[in-house]
């Protein structure tokens, strides 16, 4: 998840390989659904898009990319490594 302390800088944004990560204000798609945004304040996860980094690299990307160590693990979203990868590959059939 995105702290307070994000300055939106958007440089997680642009390492995320599932395009979890929008801008504040900016509404979100999954499944081919449009969401509302989740912060209208600082740069967001879309936690239904966010597997991370799981299938792509051995640890999230978003996190040392963050300048303003605004990006914590979310206590309301602890998933398994095995439910990560499959959240990775359904992923990879919506993009398809």
């Keep these: 998840m995105i702290t307070d302390d ?3 800088c958007n440089a997680c944004e642009i390492e ?3 395009n ?13 659904e449009e969401h509302e945004a989740l912060n ?20 999230p990307q978003c996190i040392p990319a963050c300048p303003s160590d605004a990006i914590v693990p979310d206590p ?5 490594h095995e439910e990560l990868l ?7 059939l919506v993009r398809r």
């Excluded at 979890?20 to 081919?32: E, L, P, Q, R, S």
């Design 76 to 80: 309301d979203h602890q998933n398994t």
């Design 86 to 92: 499959t959240e990775k590959e359904h992923l990879d």
């Design 40 to 59: 209208m304040d600082h740069t967001y996860i879309a936690t239904e898009k966010c597997s991370e980094c799981v299938g792509f690299y051995d640890k």
């Design 20 to 32: 979890a990560i929008y801008t504040a204000g900016v509404t979100w798609d999954y499944n081919g």
């Design 16 to 18: 995320c390989p599932n």
């Design 6 to 8: 994000c300055i939106d």
